[in-house]
């Protein structure tokens, strides 16, 4: 191959490599309701058209023992806890809002993935994929409505 070759693909790597890899803030606000009852563990997570896990934006609640308990969560990212130390934080209790900020790639806006939130809560039902809201453009600042524990689901795009 000649240098010439190489050094044309190593630019054009150069310059599309970063494309693929960009990201934006995402914010994403979830209160809670009125419920009796304890904190809340909540999931959120991201999927792809097929329903396939893609990844975890936050947890919150600190003792992975409960983590069980976010079964859809739980069983599509087949219960790997592993590096979860930078996107968890405390339960949220009932009349709270969690709000919390993770990057996700451009790739996945507007290409048929979906944000979900499982929520338990000690002694009550579990709520897996409580939310499901597809990641889009569109859907940025709509608020949703939670199926037992969320009262509100909304994310914001940067």
Known sequence: MSRALIAALLAATTLTVPAL???RPLTISTTLKNYSGNG????VYVTDAKGAYAGTLWVSGGKPK???HLSDWNRLS???????DA????SVTA???????ADVADALVDAGYEIRVDAAVEDLRDSPSEIRVP???TNAGKPHAGRQYIQSF????Q
Do not use: E, P
């Open 154 to 157: 909304t994310y914001q795009l």
């Open 95 to 101: 009349g709270r809002t969690l709000k919390v900020t």
């Open 21 to 23: 890899a960009h990201s």
């Open 40 to 43: 809340a563990y909540l999931a």
């Open 87 to 90: 996107i968890t934080g405390a």
């Open 135 to 137: 990641l889009t453009t």
């Open 78 to 84: 087949a219960g790997n806890a592993r590096g979860l």
């Open 66 to 68: 409960f983590y069980k």
